[in-house]
């Protein structure tokens, strides 16, 4: 296991950081086969299962971001895009991907997903907590707070 599931990482807006929990698991576990020298097969997998996540999420905060006018929204976007970018590297060179490409991929991700969560994602989700914001693409009832 890589990063911690720990308070710290909570942004106060249920379905963000049911999501980062999400993601959480998927590095970890990425880490762990590296670690223990899974087979490719298994190791692309949760390459592809990890960028599928990304995505999601990534849309869906900007789904929020958009709905509710976040003044934020362009910078914490562009810190989106470096790990996306980093993902698009890693998934381009899947054919010829050594361990290390692959450590020094999950140790950027590690630490680029530790800075935002607790930097931007906290904010957006301060943010989210306030009264009368669009809860877009959240099922009814399903938007709570965790903090
Ligand atoms: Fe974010
Ligand atoms: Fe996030």
Request: a negative charge.
């Amino acid at each position: 296991m890589l990063i911690t599931w720990q308070e710290s990482l909570l942004v106060g807006f249920e379905p963000i950081d049911r999501e980062h929990g999400v993601l959480v698991s998927l590095i970890n576990q990425l880490y762990d086969e590296v670690k223990e020298g899974a087979d490719r097969k298994t190791i692309d997998e949760t390459v592809f299962a990890l960028a599928d996540q990304v995505a999601a999420h990534f849309n869906h905060e900007d789904e929020l971001m958009r709905a509710n006018a976040y003044p934020d929204r362009s910078n914490h976007l562009l810190e989106h895009r470096k790990l996306i970018d980093q993902l698009d590297t890693l998934l381009d060179g899947m054919d010829l991907l050594t361990d290390q490409t692959l450590v020094d991929a999950i140790r950027f991700m590690d630490q680029w997903f530790t800075d935002h969560v607790i930097n931007s994602d906290a904010r957006l989700g301060g943010f989210l907590q306030k009264d009368a914001v669009s809860h877009a693409g959240v099922p009814a009832g399903a938007a709570g707070r965790t903090q």
